[in-house]
């Protein structure tokens, strides 16, 4: 090819014209109109011009020379109709050169910019005619109307990105998306983006829209919503990916506020009801407790002590298969979490209708459980009772009491004997600290780790277990059918006689096998117990509300709810249910553990090794009961049980990661 020639080359998907300055084989060496020089390969030029006039120019005459040829293609090209070309040639099946199209178009005589300026025309609308080889063949009719209706979507679908940017960008800036179709649209999009990212459904869409607005970072859709007031800075995004249900509906609401504000209706079980309204009963419970569903008592005999257990009746007031029914089961479980809480019942109930409150008469189902004074079941009475609470108690208050009145120091005593019992049986106590996170309306976060094992705390915790046993015996012992916790051994043998040291206590918790639920009574290993179940809090726990329909109905010879086929039909809904809850809590408890410790980077804490990894170490911070792991640094070994120094480097709780290096 000789130097002295002008082409035309595609680049950003515009036509440029370029001057020829040197052949190179594969490539041209040129020097385009934007005053460029390229190496352009053959394969990118779509249409060559021989022009010797280049040759001796200067090289701003040069390129002002390539931009005049340009603009004049440019001009000829905006008077070519191709669609009547087309119409004329659509029955030419073979194709034509170039320069043959164009003579259809400008007649005989062809000139270059001619041949060129219809180049451009067909490089840039493609609906009529396509190239194939050196030839250019008109598209049939069919095709025609394809192409046509395939633009008008893209184009219709490029306005909508424009328009989604523009939308996006004003709420960036913190402005209001007006219009209430896209703000609509927009905020399904980002919150499926944010909640579910490249697996949730209108991710394709959603990147095409943050693309053209220029957002590119995986936060976007997050930040965003929060600058339109749809999240809070600590949204749980979790909540939406394992969609776990947050809100009553308002028929449940309506059908909890009715049932709470009735009258006393008539009780199917008032005939076999005890009348324990005055028998002295007391709630312990946290500070922040508002839903109480166990009550205690205590009574003097001549043989030693008569223990009341009594756990608020929600059987009876709670059909199975009702509205009310159906929420409790969908949720299966109330949620606790740092910051908030997601009740299993309406408040309207938990925290009130089927709450003891102190001085209120309330259904309950009572255990009344005859005890030697070494703890010994001489024998027990399980029936419906009412009940009136006499007085709320703390766990702080029970304790500062223990020393100072002897029915706390009773109480206690029996739930020491209590438990020893338990342990003699092969039970294992493997009480973990508990983490309580606290936030301030700032956004603060506090962390503190109680002990559980205080008197009062052992004193609430016996009775339950107590109740939940005999309520599990009393159905295991007349085959009734029914769902049990159970716990297989160990699957290696347990730390023994190394005191509760956290190292331990971790160790051995990750030995125990999982507690299940089963339909048939087998042994719960860890309690020491041969048969168990959970009753005691049927405000919280839906399993407790079958076991206690169960129970009532066998106590009162009335027909049983429930088949040992519907209960496992149950324990298909209750089960995901169940397992939701647990992810649910611990990830939240991490994430405000993460936030934490985000407000102090840099800062030293203390921590505990737990393994010893090739290529790292699992520890455990302390302070904050968070696992955690640290890169192995150079030179330095450790050993599980050693506690070191480590320095908090990074922690993002949206994105779950925590950092740490040896400080």
């Given at each position: 090819m000789a130097n002295s020639q002008v082409v035309e080359f595609f680049e950003d998907r515009k036509i440029y014209c370029a001057f020829v300055g040197d052949d190179r084989g594969d490539r041209l060496h040129v020097i385009t109109e934007?005053?460029?020089?390229?190496?352009?390969?053959?394969?990118?030029?779509?249409?060559?011009?021989?022009?010797?006039?280049?040759?001796?120019?200067?090289?701003?005459?040069?390129?002002?020379?390539?931009?005049?040829?340009?603009?004049?293609r440019e001009s000829l090209k905006r008077e070519i109709n191709l669609q009547e070309i087309w119409e004329l040639l659509v029955?030419?099946?073979?194709?034509?050169?170039?320069?043959?199209?164009?003579?259809?178009?400008?007649?005989?005589?062809?000139?270059?910019?001619?041949?060129?300026?219809?180049?451009r025309a067909l490089f840039e609308d493609r609906f009529y005619f396509k190239f194939k080889g050196s030839l250019w063949q008109p598209h049939p009719p069919e095709v025609v109307e394809l192409l046509k209706e395939q633009y008008q979507r893209e184009l219709a679908r490029r306005q909508e990105r424009q328009a989604a940017a523009a939308w996006l960008q004003a709420a960036w800036e913190g402005q209001e998306i007006a219009d209430p179709h896209w703000r609509q649209k927009l905020v399904a999009i980002l919150r499926d983006m944010a909640v579910f990212g490249t697996a949730g459904q209108h991710y394709e869409v959603g990147k095409e829209y943050l693309?053209?607005?220029?957002?590119?970072?995986?936060?976007?859709?997050?930040?965003?919503?929060?600058?339109?007031?749809?999240?809070?800075?600590?949204?749980?995004?979790?909540?939406y990916r394992y969609e776990a249900p947050q809100e009553f509906s308002p028929e449940v609401q309506e059908t909890a506020l009715r049932l709470s504000a009735a009258p006393r209706r008539e009780d199917p079980l008032a005939p076999f009801r005890l009348?324990?309204?005055e028998l002295v009963t007391f709630t312990i419970d946290g500070e922040r407790t508002r839903d109480f569903d166990d009550a205690l008592s205590l009574e003097q005999t001549a043989e030693g002590w008569r223990l009341g257990i009594h756990i608020t009746d929600v059987a009876t007031h709670l059909q199975p298969g009702d509205l009310l029914d159906q929420a409790a089961l969908e949720r299966g479980t109330s949620l606790y979490l740092p910051e908030r809480r997601i009740p299993m019942l309406p408040e309207t109930l938990s925290e009130n209708a089927f709450s003891l409150l102190a001085q209120e008469p309330r259904l309950a189902v009572s255990f009344l459980v005859n005890l030697s004074p070494e703890g010994e079941i001489m024998d027990y009475q399980i029936a419906p009772s009412l009940i009136r609470v006499h007085q709320r108690l703390t766990y702080y208050e029970v304790d500062l009491g223990i020393r100072q009145e002897e029915r706390w120091a009773t109480l206690h005593r029996l739930a020491t004997h209590l438990r020893e019992r338990r342990l003699r049986h092969g039970g294992v106590h493997l009480q973990f600290p508990e983490v309580m996170i606290y936030i301030d309306p700032h956004g603060e976060v506090r962390v503190e780790i109680e002990?559980?094992?205080?008197?009062?705390?052992?004193?609430?915790?016996?009775?339950?277990?107590?109740?939940?046993?005999?309520?599990?015996?009393?159905?295991?012992?007349?085959?009734?059918?029914?769902?049990?916790?159970?716990?297989?051994?160990?699957?290696?043998?347990?730390?023994?006689?190394?005191?509760?040291?956290?190292?331990?206590?971790?160790?051995?918790?990750?030995?125990?096998?999982?507690?299940?639920?089963?339909a048939e009574p087998q042994p719960h290993w860890g309690l020491g117990l041969p048969v168990y179940?959970?009753?005691?809090?049927?405000?919280?726990?839906?399993?407790?509300?079958?076991?206690?329909?169960?129970?009532?109905?066998?106590?009162?010879?009335?027909p049983l709810p429930y088949s040992r086929e519907s209960l496992e039909d149950l324990l298909n809904v209750l089960e995901p249910a169940l397992r939701r809850a647990a992810i649910l809590k611990t990830k939240r408890i991490r994430y405000w553990l993460l936030k934490y410790l985000s407000q102090r980077l840099g800062q030293k804490m203390a921590a505990l090794v737990l393994e010893q990894h090739?290529?790292?170490?699992?520890?455990?911070l302390p302070d904050l009961l968070l696992e955690t792991e640290m890169p192995a640094p150079s030179g330095r070994q450790f050993h599980p049980g050693e506690t070191i120094m480590v320095r908090i480097d990074r922690a993002i709780p949206q994105e779950d990661i925590l950092r740490v290096s040896l400080a």
């Open positions: 934007q005053n460029r020089e390229l190496n352009l390969p053959r394969k990118r030029l779509i249409h060559v011009t021989p022009w010797t006039g280049g040759v001796n120019l200067s090289r701003l005459e040069l390129v002002e020379h390539l931009k005049a040829i340009g603009q004049r029955n030419e099946a073979e194709g034509l050169p170039l320069t043959e199209l164009a003579r259809s178009w400008f007649g005989a005589a062809v000139t270059a910019d001619q041949s060129a300026a219809l180049g693309e053209e607005a220029k957002f590119t970072k995986p936060d976007a859709p997050f930040k965003l919503l929060l600058k339109m007031g749809v999240f809070s800075p600590d949204e749980n995004l979790d909540l009348d324990l309204t002990d559980t094992e205080t008197p009062s705390h052992e004193i609430v915790s016996e009775a339950m277990i107590l109740a939940n046993f005999l309520g599990a015996s009393f159905l295991a012992a007349h085959a009734l059918p029914a769902l049990y916790r159970t716990q297989a051994p160990p699957r290696e043998d347990l730390a023994v006689g190394e005191g509760r040291s956290l190292l331990h206590l971790w160790q051995n918790r990750r030995r125990l096998s999982r507690v299940l639920l089963e179940t959970t009753l005691s809090s049927p405000i919280r726990r839906y399993l407790d509300i079958v076991i206690q329909r169960q129970l009532l109905a066998a106590l009162c010879k009335q090739p290529n790292r170490y699992r520890l455990l």
